[in-house]
């Protein structure tokens, strides 16, 4: 309807205003929409994993609306109140909550204005919304937000911080003649400089662009190997300042936190691998030694094995390998922390580099580690067994041992297996109890085992059990086994127990003792001796005999 | 509808009695009706504008004044007000006046009010001026900040000098609070390093310029802030991020500050120090450590910065001090720092010492401790970022004028013709001249440096001219 006034009492001026009114309240109303995002999007970084899809479509939808803003408007501006948001001179935003306000965390970090300009890049946002996460994470350690925006070198997102000392009038000398009246000294003169005579005080072509490619290298590492001699010497200086002695070890002890929290291995490694050297050094004096041995074991304290669990959590896709040859360097107190935290690990790598780990430090330390053989998780009580067993020293053997008499089965069975592993006269001495176990299964696996591992011993403990009357009343498959281990222990003596029961009268179960019988048969033909050859033709004659004799 | 003519004519008016509110208010006393009129009659014409034009912008922007997004013309009239304005908005970093309707006189009254009591753009109690607003409730009036690509050169001069004696006051402060046991503020100091980070990043001179202030009374705040400035150019130079800029900055100046546990009866000792008092000295970068340790108790330090504090007087070839019972590495920091360190020293007067090294002499007896006490390849850096003529250099230019060195040549094969502020010796207008301009008709350069001169000599006071 252009030209035509839709109501005529209304004056050309009100109208303007009216669309103008208009046209700021939906520029209001679209900032308003996109500060809620904004605070949303922020609240799920602080709360979401990184790799969390719902982290990713609020990102989407805060870039989508951005991009839309910074194209109709051009920039994106606002004040930050102790509690509001202020665009325009007016709130757009309002919380008071103090422990979620984002106005408030970013007020009480000296933020006063916040603003995106066009040309805002995807990976730009991404970072600065990070940011708010780091904080999140790293305020523990004082670290402030306006540093941590500040740092990033954002190129479409600016702020505006303030801290109140920033404000304070300071006195500005507009004369210097004060100070220069002080600089009574004479200054030598210098005839002019031939630039030729100094050809060293410059780079020769492209020198500086190799020092300037060099610097990086040096700068963005920290070398963790001189902060360790640095903080040493500064212990050795320090005499028996314990004042001293507890700032060093505090100020390393947050940079170990920061490099747990970070998964930095390397650097961890290269820290742990230092102090063995430093250990070894002669001219350690009690107090640096006692600095060195307190850095090892607070790697391995509750504390600090959680922390690491605690951000492996967090990021899953984590160097095994590395996180492995890092454990192995802990000291033995991490022997226990490390076995709770091999509950509380998800990844079958993780839990396996562990386990690993745990099997060097374990040598340390066999009592600790077995302490958890009382544990009432047999998860956990399996997993220290077989640790025991591929720490495979003698002084492991007592402490399996207690586990013969577990109520969870397969904590037994675990036992037994890794009892078969040694080689010491305890453990096979140890090995016929499981005979006796409640469990057919476990008996069976001893037989076997027995077998195996006794050889011709073993006839000692299973003829007497094969032959005695007991025996018959056990489970067809039990009574198989027993007897194929009974098989493989390659002696006469063996091939004769198989002879008795071969022979053995038959009043009832018939069927069962057929199979028994047949096995027996079978038993006696995988073994590789003249008497079992001799048996077996013996009874396949006697069979041959009954066989004619029913027939005719 | 008014003619453009009018409208321009209203917004002209809008300012000019805005200016003489801001000296009338200034004059008197609240309570006097002058102000109460002159508040009237300003209100009228933001009214008038608001009505006309449904908004009232008044922005700065480099040397000009706009309002509603038109540039006002500068006359004979009107330059005061205009100037006035300009120069009240400039002095608070404000960038931008929004009006909206409606505007009663209590909200234009508390605007002015705390726009006068202010600085920096901050209220009476210190908040910005902003905030300051919207807590007494005066929300038809806001305030935005100057944007930083328009500040020119002056406001930056004046920026960057109220960031170097923040600075000064803050090691000051750091060291009063250190023999006090009080705790020490390192926020203060990262957000100080920042903004000389910020500064240095978009103009070298400015702060360059300063680190030519050499305090005999105050030798150690002073020379730790003008350590700060050379290390941060140097690192700015091997492009350093502005992260680590501010680590490195934050090192720079705190290097010293195991020295304010150093009675100043051995640190300004005039004869020479006996073996105790050597061993005083000694023990400062090993102090400055622990003090930063006890500040880490609240902040978080990077092991950088500590580095920078232990190693600034270990030397190149690790043969200074503290002594080392194994050796290690000088840092990059340390490495840094300990040119900065060593360069402001010889260039400052010090009780002990007769003489003051010329910023040429410096560097030449620093080149000869190349590979032992500095880094060789670090100073040639530190040569490219201050020149073979440092700024504020005193030199005579071969047409015999006088002339401070103001800016260096960013061609490296051109490091011996800066930029130069000529001074002549009858004490005429300095300008500046550019000693890499050709002279086309006889070849070679227009004008050159013959020789480096004593400013103490001819009376020139080479830091006023940064300041």
């Known amino acids: 309807m252009q030209g035509e006034n839709p109501n005529p009492n209304q004056t050309p001026s009100d109208n303007q205003n009216r669309i103008i009114t208009s046209q700021l309240s939906e520029k209001f109303r679209e900032a308003r929409e996109l500060i809620l995002w904004l605070v949303k999007t922020i609240k799920s970084y602080r709360i979401y994993a990184l790799n969390n899809p719902i982290l990713t479509r609020f990102v ?178 320090s005499g028996k300042d314990c004042k001293t002695f ?230 067809l498959k039990e009574r198989k086994a027993y007897l194929e281990s009974l098989g493989k222990v390659q ?49 396949k004659k006697k069979r041959k005999k009954w066989f004619f004799r029913l027939l005719y | 509808m008014i003619s453009d003519q009018d409208l321009y004519q209203t917004r002209l008016d809008f300012v000019r009695k805005l200016s003489l509110l801001i000296r009338t208010i200034r004059i008197y006393n609240p309570e006097n009706e002058t102000i109460d009129r002159h508040l009237e009659e300003c209100l009228h014409l933001i009214s008038a504008i608001l009505k006309e034009e449904k908004r009232l912008s008044l922005k700065v922007l480099m040397d000009a004044i706009f309002v509603n997004e038109e540039r006002l013309r500068i006359s004979k009239d009107s330059y005061q007000s205009i100037k006035l304005i300009m120069d009240e908005l400039k002095d608070r970093m404000i960038g931008e006046v929004l009006f909206r309707w409606p505007v009663s006189l209590e909200d234009l009254k508390g605007f002015l009010y705390l726009l006068i009591g202010s600085e920096w753009g901050n209220g009476g109690d210190g908040h910005p001026l902003g905030t300051q607003l919207i807590k007494e409730n005066i929300y038809s009036i806001t305030v935005k900040p ?76 002073n020379h730790s802030v003008n350590v700060s400035i050379y290390s941060l150019a140097l690192g700015a130079k091997l492009g350093f991020s502005k992260k680590v800029l501010a680590e490195l900055g934050l090192a720079a100046l705190f290097h010293d500050v195991g020295k304010a546990r150093i009675p100043d009866t051995v640190l300004k000792k005039p004869d020479k120090l006996n073996e105790v008092e050597w061993e005083m000295i000694r023990s400062h970068p090993m102090i400055g450590v622990e003090e ?51 360069y402001d020293a010889l260039t400052t007067p010090r009780c002990y010492r007769k003489r003051v090294y010329s910023p040429v002499d410096a560097l030449k007896l620093m080149w000869k401790e190349c590979g032992a006490q500095f880094d060789p390849t670090l100073f040639k850096v530190f040569v490219n970022v201050i020149g073979v003529y440092p700024i504020g250099s005193l030199v005579q230019l071969d047409d015999d004028e006088m002339g401070i060195v103001y800016n260096i040549n960013p061609d490296p094969k051109l490091l011996d013709r800066p930029t130069v502020l000529t001074i002549s010796k009858e004490g005429g207008k300095a300008r500046t001249v550019n000693l890499s301009e050709p002279d086309e008709k006889a070849g070679g350069f227009k004008r050159s440096i013959v020789r480096c001169l004593d400013p103490k000599k001819y009376g020139i006071h080479v830091q006023e001219h940064f300041l």
């Open chain 2, 146 to 221: 100057f944007d930083p690509i328009f500040i020119d050169e002056k406001l930056r001069k004046k920026e960057a000098k109220k960031i170097y004696f923040r600075s000064i006051a803050m090691v000051k402060e750091v060291c009063q609070n250190l023999l006090e046991d009080k705790p020490l503020a390192l926020r203060k100091g990262k957000r100080l390093t920042q903004s000389m980070v910020d500064l240095l990043l978009s103009d070298k001179v400015a702060l360059l310029g300063l680190a030519t202030v050499k305090n005999y009374d105050e030798y150690t705040y």
């Open chain 1, 246 to 475: 507890e700032l060093v070890f505090d100020f390393l002890e947050k940079v170990l936190d920061r490099l747990l929290h970070l998964q930095d291995f390397k650097n961890l490694i290269k820290i742990l691998s230092f102090t063995k050297i430093l250990i070894s050094d002669r001219r350690l004096d009690s107090n640096e030694m006692e600095f060195i041995q307190k850095i090892t074991n607070y790697l391995g304290e509750p504390g600090s094995i959680e922390r690491l669990i605690a951000s492996l959590a967090r990021f899953k896709n984590f160097n095994h390998e590395q996180f492995q040859k890092y454990l192995c360097l802990l000291s033995k107190n991490a022997i226990v922390p490390l076995c709770e935290a091999w509950l509380k690990m998800e990844s079958v790598e993780g839990k396996m580099a562990i386990s690993n780990a745990l099997v060097e430090l374990g040598k340390e330390d066999i009592p600790a580690l077995a302490s958890f053989l009382e544990d009432e998780r047999p998860l956990l009580v399996l997993n220290v067994i077989n640790i025991l067993g591929k720490i495979g020293k003698d002084e492991c053997i007592p402490h399996i041992a207690r586990v013969k008499g577990h109520g969870d089965s397969n904590v037994r069975n675990e036992g037994l297996h890794v009892l078969s592993m040694f080689n010491h006269q305890e453990a096979k001495a140890l090995l016929p109890s499981y005979l006796d176990d409640s469990q057919m299964q476990i008996r069976i696996n001893a037989s076997k085992i027995l077998a195996k591992k006794l050889g011709t011993d073993a006839l000692y403990y299973l003829g007497p059990l094969i032959l005695s009357k007991e025996f018959d009343n056990r489970e």
């Open chain 1, 60 to 237: 989407d939808q805060l870039n989508q609306k951005l991009r839309f803003y910074l194209k109709k408007h051009g920039s994106f501006r606002f004040s930050i109140d102790e509690f509001r948001f202020i665009f325009d001179g007016e709130v757009i935003y309002e919380n008071e909550d103090m422990t979620e306000s984002l106005p408030f965390l970013m007020h009480r970090n000296g933020l006063r204005e916040l603003w995106f300009d066009d040309g805002l890049k995807y990976k730009e946002l991404e970072d600065f919304l990070k940011t708010f996460r780091s904080y999140e994470i790293l305020k523990d350690s004082q670290e402030d937000l306006v540093t941590l925006l500040w740092d990033k070198e954002f190129s479409s997102i600016h702020f505006w911080a303030t801290d109140d000392f920033l404000w304070a009038p300071i006195e500005i000398p507009e004369k210097m003649k004060n100070i220069i009246e002080k600089m009574e000294m004479p200054m030598g003169e210098q005839e002019n400089i031939e630039l030729n005579t100094l050809p060293r005080w410059f780079f020769k072509s492209g020198e500086f662009d190799e020092v300037k490619e060099a610097i990086p290298r040096e700068i963005e590492q920290v070398d963790y190997t001189n902060l360790l001699m640095t903080l040493v010497e500064v212990i050795s200086h």
């Open chain 2, 292 to 342: 930063i340790l006890e500040i880490h108790q609240f902040a978080e330090v990077h092991p950088r910065i500590l580095f920078g504090i232990f190693d600034h007087h270990l030397n190149f070839n690790i043969s200074g001090y503290p002594s080392l019972k194994r050796k290690k590495k000088q840092t990059l920091f340390g490495r840094i720092i300990t040119i900065g360190d060593v």
């Open chain 1, 491 to 539: 002696v006469a003596d063996s091939v004769r127990i198989l002879e008795e029961i071969l022979y053995r009268k038959i009043f009832s179960k018939r069927a069962q003792w057929k199979k028994l019988k047949s096995c027996i048969e079978a038993v006696l033909v995988f073994m590789d001796l003249d008497e079992a050859k001799a048996a077996l033709a013996k009874w």
